[in-house]
């Protein structure tokens, strides 16, 4: 039996054991407190290129890794479902490391969304313990054909610990295509414990399999000091005929390719970097995917960069959260959004990704960071926005 790893939190301990692991823990978690009276910690990942700033490389190397655990006999079509929004970044990752090992499968990405997008069909699912529960899926209608005729479903998080939120999920999947017969769950770290993991298919009602770069389980005992006491804003504030900006050509309705790597822009931005002078790309909120795959043509290019996001998530300032960045969402919710551990002036360069149009959210962020600003429009199309 391992030693648990006791972390005492201003909103309780947390106890925590390790079973298996593909990597370090320290490589791929820190631990911090949230603003949450569901849940009053967080498993902080390293390699999401979210709450901590990640190099490309390292997020690539977790990647191929989960995409190597999938049973290479996994019937097709396949359908990976990213959970927004801290894991839009790695199921999009672990699809096109997917693809590349298996060009000959038919496979389709889509992540889920707390935004709707335009007058796309979507259905909804629940993450009950997050500060903000309502999440959409979306689909084309090529993307809704390739669903109904699919045999496995993949479904990536970065971390589960109860299996509510897959098990909410998977319902709803499977009440709409009842076709499916396999499943396999894709996490950084997978706390459900042993016990959880040996009766995942009698729960699921479908053959299942778990991957993940590291295994075990944990306990968490609240503090006197209930976490209802740093309790933040509301995180979602859904208007179903709200126009977010949420743009539809990056994952939300559906892929069934890799996104386009941005090299023309990264290859423009190189030559502007002189020698190993520091460089964060910076996505936004739920457009995380984008932000990776210029840090990496960067990477490539020989820069050293890393990569973040701003979030929705509130978090404490303790454990692995040093420095908090505060402003409202570029998405036009009116709530808070959030970039920790990055300091004004750390990077001698700075690259916000967005998919929104210019806004007053996005322009108060770029000169915060001494920021430019790059508008996606599409894989192709990406438009550098003034903003001095």
């Known amino acids: 039996m391992n030693t648990p790893l006791i972390h005492q939190m201003p909103t309780g301990e947390l106890s925590l054991s390790v079973d298996e692991a593909r990597f370090p823990l320290i490589d791929l978690i820190g631990f911090a407190a949230r603003a949450n ?44 479902i990213a959970l927004a929004e801290t894991a839009i970044g790695l199921g999009q990752g672990v699809f096109e490391a997917y693809l590349r090992a298996h060009p000959e499968q038919t496979a389709l990405f889509l992540h889920s969304s ?76 997978n706390f459900m414990g042993a016990q959880a993991n040996d009766a995942l298919s009698a729960r699921f009602g479908i053959p299942t399999t778990v991957g993940a770069a590291l295994s075990g389980h944990y306990s968490f005992k609240a503090g006197l000091a209930p976490a209802a006491k740093h309790e933040a804003a509301p995180a979602q504030r859904f208007d179903a005929d709200a126009e977010r900006g949420a743009s539809a050509a990056f994952g939300r309705i559906g892929l069934e390719h890799a996104l386009a790597a941005p090299t023309e822009l990264a290859i423009k931005l190189a030559a502007q970097i002189e020698g190993d002078a520091s460089v964060l790309v910076l996505g936004t909120g739920e457009f995380m995917h984008p932000a990776f795959l210029l840090a990496r043509e960067l990477e490539a290019l020989g820069k050293n960069v890393v990569v973040q996001s701003t979030t929705r998530s509130p978090i404490l300032a303790w454990g ?37 149009p210019l806004n007053a959210a996005l322009a108060q962020l770029a000169n915060a960071l001494a920021a430019r600003l790059f508008h996606f429009q599409s894989e192709t199309q990406i438009e550098e926005i003034p903003v001095r």
Not at 129 to 146: I, T, V, Y
Not at 327 to 333: A, F, K, L
Request: one cysteine or more; hydrophobic letters at 40%; charged letters at 20%.
């Open 320 to 356: 692995s959260v040093s420095h908090i960045i505060a402003g409202v969402d570029n998405y036009g919710e009116g709530i808070a959004n959030y970039l920790y551990n990055v300091v004004p002036g750390q990077y001698r360069h700075v690259f916000i990704c967005h998919e929104t």
């Open 114 to 189: 707390r935004y709707r997008v335009g007058s796309v069909p979507f259905f909804e699912f629940e993450e009950s313990h997050s500060h903000a529960p309502r999440q959409f899926l979306h689909l084309s209608n090529e993307a809704s054909a390739l669903f109904a005729s699919a045999r496995s479903l993949v479904l990536v998080d970065d971390e589960a610990s109860t299996g509510n939120t897959f098990v909410n999920l998977a319902c709803v999947c499977r009440a709409r295509y009842p076709q499916l017969e396999r499943l396999h769950l894709s996490l950084i770290t």
């Open 37 to 80: 009276a569901k849940r009053g910690f967080l498993f902080l990942s390293k390699v999401l290129g979210k709450h901590w700033p990640a190099a490309p490389r390292q997020m690539a190397a977790l990647h191929d890794d989960l995409a190597r655990q999938i049973a290479p006999d996994l019937p097709g079509p396949v359908v990976f």
